[in-house]
């Protein structure tokens, strides 16, 4: 059973950072492209960072760039979104997906994990 699961949320000040995780299992996603998107309350969800599973290729989403940066470890099987210069308008729930290179479906999705930041 494939699986994503999200560490690392919690409650910061402005400015802080914050480092997520997101852990895949059940399969192997070589040939997968991995992404965070956020979505805040009463938002459409939005698009943060992606990375392809061999981590040759990364994007951002225009409202992070040059804050957050996107990294994965094969060993660990785990995806990372390092993010720093937080501002309050990043809270939001966060979820890790996966979905095969080429595709524009998302195959899996995780359970998401809520970034709040404090003014």
């Known amino acids: 059973q494939v699986q994503l699961a999200e560490y690392g949320g919690g409650l910061v000040q402005a400015g802080g950072s914050l480092r997520l995780s997101c852990s895949a299992s059940?399969?192997?996603?070589?040939?997968?492209?991995m992404l965070w998107f956020r979505q805040a309350a009463r938002k459409e969800r939005e698009f943060v960072a992606l990375?392809?599973?061999?981590?040759?290729?990364?994007s951002y989403g225009d409202s992070v760039k040059g804050r957050f940066t996107i990294s994965r470890d094969i060993s660990k099987n785990t995806v990372y979104l390092q993010m720093s210069s937080l501002k309050p308008e990043d809270t939001a729930v966060y979820y890790c997906a996966a979905r095969r290179i080429g595709e524009g479906e998302v195959d899996y999705w995780g359970q998401g994990t809520q970034v709040t930041v404090s003014s």
């Open positions: 059940g399969r192997t996603f070589s040939g997968y492209v």
């Open positions: 990375i392809t599973w061999n981590g040759r290729t990364t």
